[in-house]
């Protein structure tokens, strides 16, 4: 083993007893971690995504494989230590722990190149401690490499929203240029919904939230509406990601002939009784998805940057996990939500958006002065505003954060707080407002927080 660390200690957050996310299933850890044994590395955590599987291990939809089990299963760490017989990673490179953890190697599923189906396959965060903490033991082999020059938060919801909702986008069999309806909108469906975009797919988004709906208007879908509302053209695929069996007639329903559906998630409620000649007469498919293969990984990381994936992004501190899982069983988390460890990170609630690889080929937010800010958003400046008409100051405050879209028009997350409100808005592309290119980001953020009074 090299780069051993004498004594590891994890801090983080382990499923104590699953119920609820009111109750508190996720209780705060701290115990000696092992030293990496043959083929594992052991990650120093830099961001862990927060899965909606994670939400089902809390909340006992998924029934536990072991006691104490510390969740997250979207890890892009450091290594800080390798076992013995491992090849491909050395201390210091970055690597990401996925969800697929481990199969037999030699069942009938993974000599055939399904080793997603393997009956023997392990999973981090379930069968194994995962990433909500700050560090990780993963096997290497299942470990992915990951770029070097991003923003580990933009990288971490790749490593299952990600390669999960690209496996989905397979499945459901998209013809080239075809009819796309995507049911649900978050972490997975916002980075499978660009790749088919990529593809030349129309994409109709059907989701019940506003912003999911706003998010994917701005990706480029062709249409968006409530997750009941009929698409505006008959779809030749179907992804299903909400949770919900509700939806699943209904996007059969939406199918044309020989159409297919696939359902991305790990867990789903009740399926309704099915209606054969509404439902699936005329050689409606109806799939399922379970995990992934490597190849589904190696293949949409390729694809993600090639493409120029843009991550929506929620960052939360690490000492924020029950709140992150809590604003995710509410609705409240646009695009994915991301934990990041570091004793000095704060909270921020907010929704905030990133550009990977895009023309600028950078990551961050264009400033007042013209300069390009390429700190990870924590790290940032806030931005405090009172954009006119949306948020009303109460005796609170209120927060923003802008960014620049492609087209060089600035976008406005904001957020107010106060008087026992608290509300987020995301402002509209046509209503954000542009900041003077002479004034920089501190300059507006004290004048919009009311210490300069021209406002
Ligand atoms: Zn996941
Ligand atoms: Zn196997």
Do not use: K
């Amino acid at each position: 083993m090299v780069g051993v660390p004498a004594s590891e200690v994890l801090t983080g957050w382990a499923v104590e007893s699953p119920g609820p996310i009111q109750d508190g299933p996720l209780v705060r850890v701290r115990r000696a971690v092992a030293s990496p044994g043959p083929g594992e590395l052991l990650l120093r955590v830099e961001a862990c995504g927060v899965c909606r599987t994670d939400l089902h291990l809390a909340e006992g939809d998924l029934r536990p494989h072991r006691a104490s089990t510390v969740p997250g299963h979207e890890i892009v760490g450091r290594v800080a230590a390798v076992g013995e017989s491992v090849t491909g990673f050395r201390v210091g490179d970055r690597a990401g722990g996925a969800w697929l953890r481990s199969t037999c190697g030699h069942c009938r599923y993974c000599r055939a190149g399904r080793e997603n189906l393997c009956p023997a396959s392990l999973y981090t965060g379930w069968d194994s401690d995962g990433g909500f903490a700050d560090v990780a033991l993963v096997p290497a082999d299942y470990a992915y490499r990951l770029p070097e020059d991003q923003d580990a938060v933009l990288l971490a919801p790749l490593l299952c929203a990600g390669i999960i909702g690209y496996r989905a986008l397979r499945r459901s069999a998209l013809p080239p240029g075809g009819r796309l309806g995507v049911y649900g909108f978050g972490a997975s469906a916002h980075l499978a919904a660009q790749v088919a975009l990529a593809e030349g797919a129309r994409v109709h988004v059907l989701t019940r939230s506003a912003r999911a709906r706003e998010l994917a208007a701005g990706l480029g879908a062709s249409s968006v509406g409530g997750a009941y509302d009929r698409p505006p053209e008959p779809l030749d695929s179907a992804i299903l990601f909400a949770p919900v069996g509700d939806l699943v007639p209904v996007a059969l329903e939406a199918l044309d002939r020989s159409g297919t559906l696939a359902v991305a998630g790990i867990h789903l409620t009740d399926i309704p009784v099915l209606d054969y000649r509404r439902h699936l007469f005329e050689e409606r498919n109806l799939r399922s998805v379970t995990s992934n293969t490597r190849q589904d990984g190696r293949d949409f990381l390729d694809t993600a940057a090639r493409i120029g994936m843009r991550v929506t992004a929620s960052p939360y501190p690490l000492g924020r996990a029950d709140q992150a899982l809590s604003d995710l069983a509410a609705d409240r988390v646009n695009g994915a939500a991301v934990l990041v460890p570091g004793p000095r990170s704060r909270p921020r609630p907010w929704a905030d958006r990133y550009l990977s690889g895009t023309a600028a080929g950078r990551t961050g937010i264009r400033t007042g002065r013209g300069e390009f800010d390429e700190r990870p958003a924590w790290r940032r400046p806030l931005i405090q505003r009172q954009p006119p008409g949306r948020l009303r100051r109460t005796a609170g405050r209120c927060a923003g954060v802008s960014h620049e879209e492609p087209d060089g028009s600035r976008r406005v997350h904001a957020r107010a707080e106060g008087n026992g409100h608290d509300h987020r808005t995301e402002i509209t592309h046509a209503d954000a407002t542009r900041i003077p290119g002479n004034e920089t980001l501190e300059d507006t953020a004290r004048c919009m927080s009311g210490q300069s009074d021209h406002h």
